[in-house]
């Protein structure tokens, strides 16, 4: 039976969420991500799951704007990245993050979640391209994805989608 717990992320997470992000993707450009996000006030949830006191998964949610066409902004999330310490996977670590971030989010009076990554993972969770394909973003495509648990735009411009990209872990 496992022992694993979810919870917000602390500053002394720092190290170990860098860890998981370097095993998870076999590379550095997530975790500079990561720091580089944080570091610049953009998290809106972050979690980090937890096995015998080590840091074996981490999620991010990110904000991320909606620019419509009358030139509102609406605040939405970038969920990105998700990563699970590669002893770990495939034991229901991602799952649980994606699902209790989606729990806070919604608490926390979140409209919007958008996702770059593969559709037969993020499907599960609700995620659907239709939902996603109105949108003007650079990252248009079959991964791009989208969940709503209220009113939100179907159109417009993506920004700050810096989750997404390597610009800033470059
Ligand atoms: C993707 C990832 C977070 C999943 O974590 P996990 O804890 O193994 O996930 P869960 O145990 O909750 O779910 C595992 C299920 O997801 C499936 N799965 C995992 N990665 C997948 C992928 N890229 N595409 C499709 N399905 C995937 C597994 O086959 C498994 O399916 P099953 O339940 O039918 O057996 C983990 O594999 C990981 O860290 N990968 C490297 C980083 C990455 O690619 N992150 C996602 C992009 S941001």
Redesign the pocket.
């Known amino acids: 039976m496992s022992m694993m717990s979810i919870r917000a992320a602390t500053p002394k997470d720092r190290a170990a969420i860098r860890q998981v992000e370097e095993h ?2 076999g590379q550095q450009a997530e975790a500079g991500l990561v720091d580089a996000l944080v570091a610049g006030g953009h998290a809106v949830v972050e979690l980090v799951a937890v096995e015998e006191g080590q840091v074996v ?1 981490h999620i991010l949610f990110s904000r991320l704007h909606v620019t419509q066409a009358d030139g509102r902004s609406f605040a939405a999330v970038a969920l ?5 310490e590669p002893s ?9 993050l994606v699902n209790e971030g989606h729990r806070r989010l919604r608490a926390a009076g979140e409209a919007l979640s958008i996702v770059l ?2 559709p ?2 993020y499907g599960r969770f609700g995620y659907g391209r239709a939902r996603a394909a109105g949108f003007d973003s650079e990252f248009q495509g079959e991964a791009l994805q989208a969940l709503t648990w209220g009113e939100a735009p179907a159109e417009g411009r993506l920004d700050d989608a810096a989750a997404f990209g390597s610009a800033l872990a470059a």
Do not use: E, M, Q
């Not at 990105?80 to 699970?84: E, I, K």
């Not at 770990?88 to 649980?96: D, K, P, S, V």
């Open positions: 998870a993707f998964g990105a990245p998700l990563a699970v770990f996977h495939r034991t229901g670590i991602g799952g649980a990554g593969d037969s993972y």
